[in-house]
């Protein structure tokens, strides 16, 4: 990934060094050549009007035109050619074409009448420049002057400056360089870091911390990094404790029943009551297993990663009424009003299966763990985008300081308790994973030998 990052920050470097070295070559070509074209423009203007005030186009000589003109000449290294109106060659500074006929498309521009004072070409090495010569008393077009000029000094000169220009912009094409090169290494460094230290988590070491200083972004990548190995970590070791906790929970009614066979198996002549009590907590254990079992399965079909919904828009008003009617009866063996209070009709798209086996535990965990004469109250209420479910009762409550542990796998307040009454310790743990799977959420209120109450709430409308 380094040599990735420093061709990029190269390249971002380099490319508008090339582009600057072109532009800035390419801008002083152009600007010398204007320049001496702009020059010979104004010695041309010169000329123009000494050939008009001698009257070199009428035929008569001039010492001052012809000195003028080599003179012009010879600085520029050029030549220049006076043409009158017959396209006949008056002057020619290399004396080779006087009295000839010049036809050219510049002259002929000259003579009919364009309003372009000047027609530069080029002609490779030397520039030519053509003006028409005006006479002011008739306003008119009277003869022409070429003037080519070599442009082999300004090349050179070009060259000169072309290379000083590129020593400097090679100068700071080697600090790009350098400081790409740092660059790449700044960007990089921490980067391996993570990466190294993500492989290390892949293969098994879950204490590694990162602990990266400078750029706020870099902070931001630790921090994150750690919170998420935090998780990793707590994850392993709630998965740990979750393989030990269900090895003891199956272990313990094994254990039980293996006590109880062998006491049947080793003692002869026992009385038939005996067997019958043994054989009666063998049955008790066995049940105690299969309900653990059973919890299991159903907290791993409330798994959000592998749970499949089966979504149905449901009467919730009803959904309550029939799990209120299943446990009445348990609540009548202890003296609990089981009380249900609706205040509107509540159809929602729901998962009937999972939605009743949340609502059934929570129910049947205020009643459970309740006083006997106590009571239940269980509320429907709704607006306009959720249902509310809220379950109250009179129960033994649950400590400020482990209510947030109530929803975690196999845990129990009371554990004495918790055996006495079937519980298993997966209960809360199913339901929240139920409610999260319908996108909804529970909330805990409880105060010690007062009572607890949880609060419910789902969409009407289920979102995939």
Not at 200 to 210: A, T, V
Not at 216 to 232: A, C, G, H, P, R
Not at 300 to 306: E, H, L, R, T
Request: hydrophobic share 40%.
């Amino acid at each position: 990934m380094r040599v990735q990052v420093f061709g990029i920050l190269l390249c971002v470097g380099l490319i508008p060094i090339i582009f600057l070295f072109s532009v800035i070559t390419n801008t002083y070509d152009t600007q010398m050549v204007s320049q001496r074209t702009d020059e010979l423009q104004s010695y041309g203007t010169v000329v123009s009007n000494l050939v008009v005030s001698t009257g070199y186009l009428a035929g008569h000589s001039s010492a001052e035109v012809d000195n003028e003109t080599e003179e012009i000449a010879n600085i520029y290294q050029g030549r220049i050619i006076i043409v009158d109106k017959d396209l006949r060659i008056l002057k020619d500074t290399y004396g080779l074409e006087e009295n000839k006929t010049l036809i050219s498309t510049e002259v002929v521009k000259c003579f009919g009448g364009s309003s372009e004072k000047k027609y530069v070409n080029d002609l490779g090495g030397y520039m030519q420049l053509t003006m028409p010569i005006v006479d002011p008393q008739f306003d008119e077009v009277c003869g022409v002057i070429v003037i080519s000029y070599s442009v082999k000094n300004l090349e050179h000169i070009s060259r000169e400056v072309s290379h000083r220009v590129l020593f400097l912009l090679l100068g700071i094409a080697l600090i790009i360089i350098i400081l790409s090169f740092a660059c790449s290494l700044v960007l990089t460094t921490p980067l391996k870091k993570v990466t190294d230290s993500i492989n290390d988590i892949s293969k098994g070491d879950m204490d590694i911390k990162l602990d990266m200083h400078g750029y706020s972004e870099l902070v931001k990548i630790s921090e994150s990094f750690n919170q998420m190995t935090d998780v990793i970590r707590k994850q392993e070791n709630s998965r740990q404790e979750f393989v030990s906790n269900v090895s003891h929970e199956l272990k313990t009614p094994l254990a039980s029943m293996k006590v109880l066979s062998d006491s049947l198996l080793t003692q002869e002549g026992m009385p038939e009551e005996i067997y019958r009590e043994f054989l009666g907590d063998i049955t008790t254990e066995i049940e105690r297993m299969t309900k653990i079992i059973n919890d299991l399965l159903s907290m791993v079909k409330m798994d959000k990663n592998s749970a499949v919904m089966q979504v149905a828009n449901i009467n919730i008003n009803g959904l309550l009424e029939q799990l209120l009617k299943r446990l009445r009866p348990i609540a009548a063996k202890r003296n609990i009003e089981l009380v249900f209070e609706s205040y509107r009709p509540v159809m929602a798209d729901v998962d009937e299966v999972k939605i009743s086996i949340a609502l059934n535990n929570i129910i049947e965990n205020a009643i459970k763990y309740n006083y006997d004469d106590g009571w239940v109250r269980v509320t429907l209420n709704a607006d306009h985008k959720f249902f509310f479910v809220t379950v109250q009762d009179s129960g033994v409550g649950i400590p400020e300081d482990l209510q947030d542990n109530v929803f975690e796998r196999f845990y129990r307040v009371d554990k004495a308790r918790s055996r006495e009454t079937g519980g298993t310790g997966l209960g809360l743990a199913i339901t929240r994973n139920a409610i999260l799977l319908h996108r909804g959420s529970i909330k805990l209120y409880s105060k010690e030998k007062e009572g607890t109450t949880f609060t419910i709430r789902i969409p009407l409308n289920y979102i995939p």
